[in-house]
C-alpha cells in the first residue's frame, strides 16, 4: 500500500508493478496534495476508486468541515459533498458517513450562524433515508445515530412530524421487509418517550395497535410487548385503558412464550397508567396467568415483577404519605388529610363528619384501611401544584427508592383506641344523655379496621386492654343474627387473631400460637389493600418448590422488593408479612440475607419504632453476626437504622462499635445518637485507635471524626479537657511523626469547622500546637506553618494586640519563616489560599505515609 495525498491507496490503482517502487513519484504526490485545499483534497478522494480513501473521506468530514468554517459557502459545499458520499455503492462508506453525522450535526448546532439549517437540509434526509437501506450495518448505524440525534435534541420539532415519524410509520407497514418492520418499530417504542404525548399519540399509536396484532411476525409483537408500558406512559390513562388493554391482554395470551414473558417484565409500568380499579378487576387476574403459565421462562419473569406489580397498588392513606420530589432533589411528606378522599361507599370517620368543603384531619382518616382499595380524588382546595396524576402517583420511581423520613402513625392509632375506648358505651345505645347520643355509633366493619390498626401493637397492655374493649363490642353486634347471615354472605373476615380467639373461648382465654387453627392461620393472612390471591403469590415465593419450579434466585427477588410490597400493605398489615420476612431472614443462600440486609433501614422506617424493637431488631442483631457479605449491608446503614431505634436499644450497640471499623464513614453521623458521656466512653477510644490505622485514607477519615468528637463533648467542660489532655497525651507528644501530624490535623479541623470556641482551643490546644515548631520532622513543621497561616491568622481573635497568645503565635511563625526546610520556609511566608484541609491531607500524607 501507498499513500496518495496522505490517504493509502492499493496496488490496483497502478498500470505496471514499476510505478509501485519509484519512491520519488509518491513524494511528487504528496507535495501535490499538500498544496490543495481542503475542498481539492476532498474533491480529489470523494471520486477515489479506493474504497479504503472513501472511508478516509468519511471519517475526516468533521475536520474538512472545521477548516472551512469561516467560509459559509464552504461549508455548505463540505455538506453538498456528504450527499455524493451518501450514494456511494460500497455499505462500509455509508456506515462510516452515518457513524459522523452526529459529530457533524453537533458542530453544524455550534455553529450555526454561519451554516443556517445546515443540519435538517443536509444530514437528516440521508439519516431518515438509511432507515430503510439495504445494508444491515448501515440500517443498525443509522437507527443509532438517530437516537443521538434525539437525545441531543438536535432535531427540530417540525422536522420530527413532517420527516422521520412518517418515514417510521410507513417502514412498519403490512408489506414492508419483516427485518426493516421490526426496527422501525424498535425505534418508534423508543422514539416514544422522548416526542412526547401529542406525537405518540397521533402518529404512533395506531401503528402500534395494529403491530401488537401481527399474526405473521412474532419479532414484532415481541418488541411491542418488551415496549407496552412506556408507550402506556407517554399516552396516559385514558389513551392507555380504552385502546392499548385489549392488545396488551392479547399480548399476554399470545402463543410465543417470548412475547408474554416479555408482558410480564413490562407489567409494573403498565400497571402504573391504569386506575386502581382496572388494576384490581382485570389486571391482578391477568398477572396470575402469567404466574401460572406453562412456560418456566414466563412464570419466572412473573415472579420477578410480583413485587413490584404489587406495589402499584399503594394508596397514600394505607402508609399515611406519598412522595412528592422536591426542588433539590428532597422528597417531602403530604399527609392524607390535605387531599379529599373518595366518599363512596366509605363509612365515616368515628370521631368527625365532614362537609364537602372541609379536610378531615382526623387521625382515624390517616390510617383508615377501609380506603385502601378506592382510587383517592383530589380536594377542590388542593393547590395544583399538589396535584399528581394517579398514574404518576403510584409510578416505580416513589416506590423503588430510598425511603424519606418517617411519619410515625403509632400515637395516632393509640389516641384514636383511646377515644373509641372512652366512647365505648355508646356503641350499644344511644341514649345516654345529650353528649352520649352525638357520638357516632360504630358498626362491625369500622370495629374490625379499629381493631386491625390496634394488632401490631398488642404486647403493650394499654393496647391490650383498648383491643378487649373493642373485641367485646364486636362480639356485641354478632347478637343480631340477620346482621351476622349479612356479615357472612358480603365475605367480610376477621382478620385480627385476638379478636378470633376471644370470640371463641371467651375473655379469660389464654392466647397462643398453639391455639391457632390453620384456617384462623390463613385468615390471620387477609387484608383488603390488594387482592388477597396477589398477596398469596408473593407469600409463596418462599415455598421451596418454587425455587424447583420457577427460579433457583425466586427467594432473593421476594426479598428484593418486600419494601415495597410492605409499603403498600402498610404497617397495619404487617402481619400480612411478618412469617415471611423471618424465613427470608434464616433462608440458607447468603445472597438473600444480603438482600434483606441491606434494606433492612427502610423496612423500619415503614413498620415504626415498635414493631421495628419487636420484629427487625433480633433479625438486624443476627446480620451482625452473618458472613461479612451479608454484615455489610448492616452496616452501611448502622446510622439510618439505629436512628430509628429508642435510646435505650441504641445504647446497646456502643459495646459493639469498635468491631465496626468498617463503618468508620459513618461514626460521624452516630454522633448525634448518642449522649455526651456516651460518645466520651466508647467512641473516644475507637477514634483514638482508627487515627493510628495503617491505611492513609482511614487515618484521615478518623481526624474529623475526633474533630467533631470535641464538638461533641465540647458542652461540658470536664469531658472536654480530659478528652482534649488525652490527645496531646496520645498525639502531640508521641514519639512518632505520624502521631504529631495528626495532631496538627485535627487542630486544623478544630479551627475550620470551629468545633469549640477560640478561647477554648487556646486554652488546651494552642501551646501544645506552636511546640511544634522544633519538630525534627519537617512534615510536620509544614503543616504546623499551612495551620498558622491558613486557620490561626485568618482569625481576628488570634491578631488582636491584646489577646495574650498574640506574640507566641507571630515569634512560632517567624522561627518557621527562617526554617532551614525550604517548604516550612515558603508556606510559612506565603498564604496558600488555594491550599485547604483537604488538599493538606492529599499532598502531605500521600507523600509521606
Known amino acids: 500500500m501507498l499513500q496518495e495525498g496522505g490517504l493509502l491507496f492499493g496496488v490496483d490503482d497502478y498500470s505496471s508493478e514499476s510505478d509501485i517502487i519509484i519512491i520519488p513519484s509518491a513524494l511528487d504526490f504528496v507535495s501535490q496534495d499538500e498544496m490543495l485545499t481542503p475542498l481539492g483534497r476532498l474533491d480529489k478522494y470523494v471520486a477515489s476508486e479506493n474504497i479504503f480513501n472513501r472511508q478516509m473521506v468519511a471519517r475526516s468530514l468533521l475536520d474538512t468541515l472545521k477548516a472551512v468554517n469561516e467560509d459559509e459557502q464552504d461549508c455548505i459545499t463540505v455538506l453538498e459533498r456528504v450527499g455524493r458520499l451518501a450514494d456511494d455503492s460500497e455499505p462500509t462508506v455509508r456506515a462510516e458517513l452515518m457513524e459522523q453525522v452526529p459529530h457533524i450535526a453537533i458542530f453544524c448546532q455550534e455553529n450555526r450562524p454561519s451554516i443556517p439549517f445546515a443540519f435538517s437540509k443536509y444530514l437528516l434526509p440521508i439519516v431518515v433515508r438509511y432507515l430503510a437501506d439495504q445494508n444491515n450495518q448501515v440500517r443498525k448505524t443509522s437507527q443509532a445515530a438517530l437516537l443521538v440525534l434525539l437525545e441531543q435534541e438536535l432535531i427540530e420539532r417540525g422536522d420530527i412530524e413532517t420527516l422521520v415519524c412518517p418515514v417510521l410509520v410507513d417502514l412498519t407497514a403490512p408489506d414492508s421487509n419483516d427485518d426493516v418492520k421490526t426496527e422501525a418499530m424498535a425505534i418508534i417504542c423508543k422514539m416514544a418517550p422522548m416526542v412526547g404525548k401529542d406525537i405518540t399519540e397521533r402518529l404512533f399509536l395506531p401503528r402500534f395497535c395494529e403491530m401488537c396484532c401481527d399474526c405473521r411476525m412474532f419479532h414484532v409483537r415481541k418488541v411491542c410487548a418488551a415496549n407496552f408500558g412506556d408507550i402506556c406512559s407517554v399516552v396516559g390513562g385514558d389513551a392507555t385503558e380504552e385502546l392499548l388493554l385489549p392488545r396488551f391482554f392479547q399480548l399476554c395470551s399470545d402463543n410465543v412464550w417470548g412475547v408474554r414473558k416479555a408482558c410480564a417484565e413490562c407489567f409494573m409500568t403498565v400497571s402504573s397508567s391504569t386506575s386502581q380499579e382496572v388494576r384490581r378487576t382485570k389486571l391482578s387476574?391477568?398477572?396470575?396467568?402469567?404466574?401460572?403459565?406453562p412456560s418456566r421462562w414466563v412464570r419466572q419473569a412473573a415472579f420477578q415483577s410480583l413485587g413490584q406489580f404489587i406495589s402499584t397498588f399503594a394508596s397514600p392513606n394505607s402508609v399515611g404519605q406519598y412522595f412528592r420530589e422536591g426542588e433539590v432533589g428532597e422528597c417531602y411528606c403530604v399527609h392524607p388529610q390535605n387531599r379529599c378522599r373518595d366518599t363512596e361507599n366509605e363509612p365515616q370517620p368515628p370521631e368527625k363528619h365532614t362537609t364537602s368543603n372541609e379536610k378531615d384531619d382526623s387521625p382515624a382518616d390517616i390510617s383508615e384501611p377501609s380506603s385502601l382499595s378506592e382510587p383517592v380524588e383530589e380536594s377542590p382546595s388542593v393547590s395544583p401544584q399538589d396535584s399528581i396524576p394517579e398514574q404518576e402517583l403510584y409510578n416505580s420511581f416513589h416506590f423503588w427508592r430510598m425511603p424519606i423520613a418517617e411519619m410515625d402513625l403509632d400515637i395516632e392509632l393509640l389516641q384514636h383506641g383511646e377515644s373509641c375506648q372512652q366512647e365505648s358505651p355508646s356503641y350499644g345505645s344511644s341514649s345516654h344523655g345529650k353528649t352520649k347520643a352525638s357520638a357516632p355509633v360504630l358498626d362491625r366493619k369500622q370495629l374490625e379496621e379499629l381493631i386491625e390498626n390496634l394488632e401490631p401493637h398488642i404486647d403493650d397492655p394499654d393496647v391490650k386492654a383498648q383491643v378487649e374493649v373493642l373485641t367485646a363490642a364486636l362480639r356485641a353486634t354478632t347478637m343480631d343474627s340477620h346482621l351476622e347471615d349479612a356479615f357472612l354472605e358480603k365475605g367480610y373476615r376477621?382478620?385480627?387473631?385476638?379478636?378470633?380467639?376471644?370470640?371463641?373461648?371467651?375473655?379469660?382465654?389464654?392466647?397462643?400460637?398453639?391455639?391457632f387453627s390453620p384456617e384462623d392461620e390463613k385468615k390471620s393472612k387477609h387484608q383488603d389493600v390488594i387482592p388477597q390471591a396477589l398477596l398469596d403469590q408473593y407469600l409463596s415465593m418462599t415455598d421451596p418448590s418454587r425455587a424447583q419450579t420457577v427460579d433457583m434466585e425466586i427467594a432473593k427477588h421476594c426479598a428484593y422488593s418486600l419494601p415495597g410490597v410492605a409499603m403498600t400493605l402498610g404497617r397495619q398489615n404487617w402481619h400480612c408479612l411478618r412469617d415471611t420476612y423471618e424465613t427470608l431472614a434464616s433462608d440458607m443462600q447468603w445472597k438473600v440475607r444480603r438482600t434483606l440486609a441491606f434494606s433492612i433501614h427502610e423496612l423500619a422506617l415503614i413498620l415504626g419504632d415498635q414493631l421495628t424493637a419487636a420484629d427487625l431488631v433480633p433479625i438486624f442483631n443476627s446480620f451482625l453476626k452473618d458472613l461479612d457479605?451479608?454484615?455489610?449491608?448492616?452496616?452501611?446503614?448502622?446510622?439510618?437504622?439505629?436512628?430509628?431505634?429508642?435510646?435505650?436499644?441504641?445504647?446497646?450497640?456502643l459495646y459493639q462499635l469498635q468491631e465496626f471499623l468498617v463503618i468508620r464513614l459513618q461514626l460521624v453521623l452516630l454522633l448525634e445518637l448518642y449522649s455526651g458521656q456516651d460518645v466520651y466512653d466508647y467512641l473516644r477510644p475507637l477514634s483514638f485507635s482508627l487515627c493510628t490505622d495503617r491505611v492513609s485514607s482511614v487515618r484521615w477519615t478518623s481526624y474529623k471524626l475526633v474533630s467533631e468528637i470535641i464538638r461533641k463533648v465540647a458542652s461540658c467542660q470536664v469531658l472536654l479537657a480530659d478528652f482534649l489532655s488525652e490527645l496531646v497525651e496520645k498525639f502531640c507528644h508521641s514519639h512518632k511523626w505520624s502521631g504529631r501530624q495528626a495532631f496538627t490535623f485535627v487542630c486544623q479541623l478544630v479551627i475550620e469547622d470551629d468545633c469549640v470556641s477560640l478561647e477554648q482551643f487556646s486554652e488546651h490546644l494552642l501551646a501544645p500546637l506552636l511546640q511544634l515548631a522544633s519538630d525534627p520532622v519537617a512534615n510536620v513543621r509544614v503543616l504546623l506553618a499551612k495551620t498558622i497561616r491558613q486557620s490561626l491568622m485568618e482569625r481576628e481573635y488570634f491578631l488582636h494586640s491584646a489577646n495574650s497568645h498574640q506574640e507566641a503565635l507571630e515569634q512560632t511563625l517567624v522561627a518557621l519563616q527562617m526554617d532551614l526546610d525550604k517548604d516550612v520556609k515558603y508556606f510559612a511566608s506565603v498564604h496558600p489560599g488555594s491550599t485547604r484541609i483537604s488538599e493538606d491531607a492529599m499532598s502531605t500524607t500521600s507523600s509521606t505515609y
Open 629 to 653: 457479605e451479608v454484615r455489610v449491608g448492616v452496616l452501611k446503614h448502622l446510622y439510618d437504622f439505629l436512628k430509628l431505634l429508642h435510646q435505650e436499644t441504641r445504647r446497646k450497640y
Open 285 to 293: 387476574s391477568l398477572f396470575i396467568s402469567l404466574i401460572s403459565d
Open 494 to 515: 376477621v382478620v385480627i387473631r385476638t379478636s378470633t380467639m376471644q370470640m371463641s373461648h371467651g375473655d379469660d382465654s389464654e392466647l397462643s400460637d398453639s391455639s
